[in-house]
């Protein structure tokens, strides 16, 4: 069963079956009651066949040195960052989306590349798993005000 992050259900699961009889069977119970439960059923995708773009306001907008990191797992750590990308180049900054009240880590971060170069072979990282989550990535854009 899926959970929040503050551990209640969210009244979703998924389920593994050993063969497709046993899967076929289950979807029979499709738009059923189950208990006092009324449930929907639906065949996965496959997460290999499943890959996002990069989003944003300006997706693969104009190239900089700084990536935005969406849909990062809430356990990662810098290590983690710089490992999943060490083909692409020097990392030499890593920031966190943090709460400004709680400082709590919000899922998103920034990682600040020595080049461009590293950045822009960064991106084509796209949609890969880290830490058991599809990495969404864009151009970071400069936000300061002249």
């Known amino acids: 069963m899926h959970t929040s992050?503050?551990?209640r259900p969210r009244?979703?699961?998924?389920?593994?079956?050993?063969?497709?009889?046993?899967?076929?069977?289950?979807?029979?119970?499709d738009r059923e009651y189950i208990g006092?439960?009324?449930?929907?059923?639906r065949v996965a995708t496959d997460r290999q066949d499943y890959k996002r773009t990069p989003t944003g306001a300006t997706p693969r907008g104009e190239?900089?040195?700084?990536l935005f990191m969406g849909n990062l797992s809430f356990t990662i750590d810098e290590d983690a960052v710089r490992e999943f990308f060490k083909e692409c180049g020097e990392i030499s900054?890593?920031?966190?989306?943090?709460?400004?009240?709680?400082?709590?880590?919000?899922?998103?971060?920034?990682?600040v590349f020595e080049s461009v170069?590293?950045?822009e072979k960064a991106i084509e990282m796209a949609g890969q798993e880290l830490?058991?989550?599809?990495?969404?990535?864009?151009?970071?854009?400069?936000r300061r005000r002249d």
């Open 117 to 119: 170069e590293g950045a």
């Open 93 to 111: 900054q890593i920031r966190w989306g943090t709460d400004k009240f709680t400082e709590e880590f919000k899922g998103f971060g920034h990682a």
């Open 5 to 7: 992050r503050d551990g």
């Open 11 to 29: 009244g979703t699961c998924t389920a593994f079956f050993s063969s497709q009889e046993d899967s076929d069977k289950a979807l029979t119970l």
């Open 131 to 142: 830490m058991g989550r599809d990495i969404r990535l864009d151009f970071a854009q400069d």
């Open 36 to 41: 006092n439960r009324f449930v929907e059923l």
């Open 63 to 66: 190239p900089s040195n700084t």
